[in-house]
T-cell receptor
């Protein structure tokens, strides 16, 4: 089945540690996105990538980093510089960049800082 | 500040009541509009989308939405809700002048009482 796979589903991190969230898609989609979901704030865009080896900051990129070395993969690293990292993280992809395309989402990773 | 606004944060209805959830956006020019739903414990799913054409869009599970360009609105409606509609609903906008970013509203939590 085609889709977006995020792993792990739950992740615990000690303060001061970096952690990487995985996102893989086998839909042959060009664009991939990372969102953070917090109660009452909806989904906020962290980073997005419209093509391999290129990515742009979203609205809340501080404390996060990404890479896009392969079309299928768009990992997100939550660094120790992120002041409030506990949240639900969602990865998405779209068939193409620009207009007239819909996003497909992974199941999400819930990150908790302990 | 987010430029997609959902004015209802939490809506409580009884079964068979009618539903209307508001969504307004602030982008000019060409837009694509979406409503996504997140059932408890599940990933985000597309309810309906508007790209062009008829401004009244029909989606899954009896939902519909109307694009009113002059009001920058895309309100979601359902004539008669069911207990199984209990979920969180997100409005999202892809604006041509925003470089391909999909921007979400804050979300509306719908609770339907049996």
């Amino acid at each position: 089945d085609g889709g977006i796979t995020q792993s792990p589903k739950y992740l615990f991190r000690k303060e001061g540690q970096n952690v990487t969230l995985s996102c893989e898609q086998n839909l042959n989609h060009d664009a991939m996105y990372w969102y953070r979901q917090d109660p009452g704030q909806g989904l906020r865009l962290i980073y997005y990538s419209q093509i391999v080896n290129d990515f742009q900051k979203g609205d809340i990129a501080e404390g996060y980093s990404v890479s896009r070395e392969k079309k299928e993969s768009f990992p997100l690293t939550v660094t120790s510089a992120q002041k409030n990292p506990t949240a639900f993280y969602l990865c998405a992809s779209t068939t193409k960049t620009g207009m007239n395309t819909e996003a497909f989402f992974g199941q999400g990773t819930r990150l908790t800082v302990v | 500040a987010q430029s997609v606004s959902q004015h209802n944060h939490h809506v409580i209805l009884s079964e068979a009541a009618s539903l209307e959830l508001g969504c307004n956006y602030s982008y000019g020019g060409t837009v694509n509009l979406f409503w996504y739903v997140q059932y408890p414990g599940q990933h985000l799913q597309l309810l309906l989308k508007y790209f062009s054409g008829d401004p009244l869009v029909k989606g899954i599970k009896g939902f519909e939405a109307e694009f009113i360009k002059s009001k920058f609105s895309f309100n979601l409606r359902k004539p008669s809700v069911q207990w199984s509609d209990t979920a969180e609903y997100f409005c999202a906008v892809n604006a041509q002048n925003q470089g391909g970013k999909l921007i979400f509203g804050q979300g509306t939590e719908l609770s339907v009482k049996p």
